[in-house]
């Protein structure tokens, strides 16, 4: 790999220039900055035992790697195998992570460690963003991207080496992934006709040997017997000590631990239970900032919308204090947020600040940040859940586990001694599940099995899952499929709707959404409809302002309901852009921008966010070809389209003006954030399922109720 070599003292033409002189500066700026990281580099806990891993890892065909959260695993590991030439042949080193935000900093990061240009020998690819190009070596990527580039190329033959990152947190992709890998890495260690010794047993023989079966006919060729591949390294990295569980799934594989660098944390119990964890939260910020040392700030907060609320409340604080306790720089990470600005977190605060970082769980241990001396934990984290009797899932606020409340207070101790705060009383971290249940066992299962369908793994209950779903959950999900036409009666991929849906990387009934837009004629409209539903919170109101926001969101809001509502405003908004970037360039524009969406109570985070989406699954439509027409002003159709589509969550008005949901017979109320609010509508289609004190049921739309059985007779002509 090419190092850059900028120690300023290349001969100069003319070293009295100006522009000279300040390049000399930039070069020196340029090489202090790469004599830092190559020092950092060298004193992470993992660089010494560089050799023994590399040998481990030429040893063992699966290996097991556990370490402490910052020794180094992710961003050093692949450089140690680039190093040690596990790239023969132009293969390359992929790596996944469960979470984009970090596949996109580690990529950089690691990118500027080995002074290359990102997308060069090292770049990323999450879903729609790649930067990755023939020349990358070292991949990171999310779990969820490689599964799909496995539909594509079912032996995963460009790499070399496949590394699972994180995989303590057990989404469903990654569990999907490492029952993918297992067959992957036997099947093409088979093909070759050296034949690597595997550390296989029985049980996974036996797994491999059925989806060889089922697989016998598939058009994919998953199992191609006249191909001869290099086997496949595989590494599975975890941050929770016990490998236990992935070294019997992996037939006894070998587990190395890494050393990590942790001094003491103390740990702060609330007296009593806090009503209000954000009111709380923001109390004890400050309290930090004016009464302890230096040393930045960490906030496990539970999503976007609360971390930009409090972002907001901190900063209205800041406004009204002295100029010296004003010195807090806040720094936002979420999932959602801007690339650019995703790095901002990393850089240190400016001299004399402290910074205050307001994390998702992202921040438990997929991104590590350098200077955090304080965690602020308020116990809680965003999940999933689902009901499979009612075919429901839902995102819910719930208590973290005991061990990501343990993860979340050591991050406080990487550097030196530190201190955490969890904002609940001592006797409640008792009460704590020991650690997260996985999440396969606790969401819809129609992504994941339209996935392995496509893969040509037909048995899904005779799937190798390292933690086996519920069969009733796996049922209730190929029943969804199969009212959504993704499936046929002999629970096949349909053709061309299941694969269709297959291809697209979404959830599947915003697949099945588009596909159905392009027959309904307002495949524009829904295009609109997925991307603004798949960025988070568009709008925001706060409490002190709801008149304000409600009055500013009036001249969007449409009678028919939210989806509408959302069009026009990504219309207003891709108008507003056109306009001002001709009258008045872009960086300009960028501001106008800003304040028309705070005008408009609008998140322009999320918006951007939105239209990035909108841009790819634009390119997905368009290859798959699509035809991308307008309804114009006719919404009828498009709320037909709606209703056709979203025919599983419909809900119809009782008596006392709640709501039932048909599907599941819930008794749910409107969400006070939509426009439907106030009117209620006899019925209605919704996205999203909100479980507070009460269920609410968000972004919805007026229909017909006539329309149920008319375009979804598949389900409600029998069943209602
Ligand atoms: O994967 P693991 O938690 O073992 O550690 P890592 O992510 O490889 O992080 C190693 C070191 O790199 C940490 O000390 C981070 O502070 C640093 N790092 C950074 O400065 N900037 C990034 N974008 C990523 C990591
Ligand atoms: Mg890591």
Known sequence: MPSATAHGNHHSPNPSSKSSNANRNRQNQFSDRRQKILQQRKSLPIASVEKRLVDEIRKNDI???????????????????LGAKFCHDGKAIGITQPRRVAAVTVAKRVAEECGVELGQEVGYSVRFDDTSSSSTRIKYMTDGLLLREALLDPYLSKYSVIIVDEAHERTVQTDVL?????????????????GQGLNFGNKSVNSVTSLEKENSGQSNGFLKKDHQYAPLKLIIMSASLDARTFSEYFCGAKAVHVQGRQFPVDIFYTRHAEPDYVDAALITIFQIHLEEGPGDILVF?????????????????????????????????????????????????????????LATNIAETSVTIPGIKYVIDPGLVKARSYDPAKGMESLNVVPTSKSQALQRSGRAGREGPGKCFRLYPENEFGKLEDSTKPEIK???????????????????????????????????????????????????????????????????????ALILASQFNCLEEMLITVAMLSAESIFYAPRDKLDESRTAMKSFSSPEGDHITM?????????????????????????ALRKWCKENFINSRSLRHACDIHRQILGHVQQMGLSLASCGDDMLEYRRC????????????????????????????????????????????FNELVQTNNKYVRNLTRIDYLWLTELAPQYYAVQN
Request: proline residues 5%; positive net charge.
């Open 301 to 357: 907060l539970t999503g976007q919308e609360e971390i930009e609320n409090i972002e907001r409340l901190i900063n209205e604080r800041l406004t009204k204090s002295t100029k010296e306790s004003q010195k807090l720089l806040i720094v936002p990470i979420f999932a959602a947020l801007p690339s650019e600005q995703q790095l901002r977190v990393f850089a240190p605060a400016p001299s004399g600040f402290r910074k205050v970082i």
């Open 63 to 81: 290996l097991i790697i556990v370490g402490e959260t910052g020794s180094g695993k992710t961003t050093q590991i692949p450089q140690f195998l």
């Open 178 to 194: 490492m029952g993918l890998l297992k067959s992957v890495q036997l099947a093409r260690s088979n093909s070759a006709s050296h």
């Open 642 to 685: 709606l209703a056709a589509s979203f025919f599983l969550n419909a809900a119809v008005k009782q008596p006392e003006g709640t709501y039932r949901a048909l599907a599941s017979g819930q008794v749910v109320q409107i969400h006070p954030s939509s426009v439907l609010f106030r009117q209620k509508p006899e019925c209605v289609i």
């Open 567 to 591: 069009i026009k405003v990504y219309r207003a908004y891709s108008e507003f852009l056109e306009k001002k970037s001709i009258e008045m360039g872009k960086a300009k524009c960028e501001k």
């Open 442 to 512: 606790r969401c819809n299962l129609s992504n994941v099995i339209l996935q392995l369908k496509a893969l040509g793994v037909d048995d899904i209950l005779g799937f190798d899952f390292i933690d086996k779903p519920s069969r009733a959950a796996i049922i209730k999900s190929l029943e969804q499929l199969f009212l959504l036409g993704a499936l046929t009666d002999e629970c096949r991929l349909s053709d061309p709707v299941g694969c269709q849906m297959a291809r697209l990387p979404l959830d599947p009934v915003y697949s099945k």
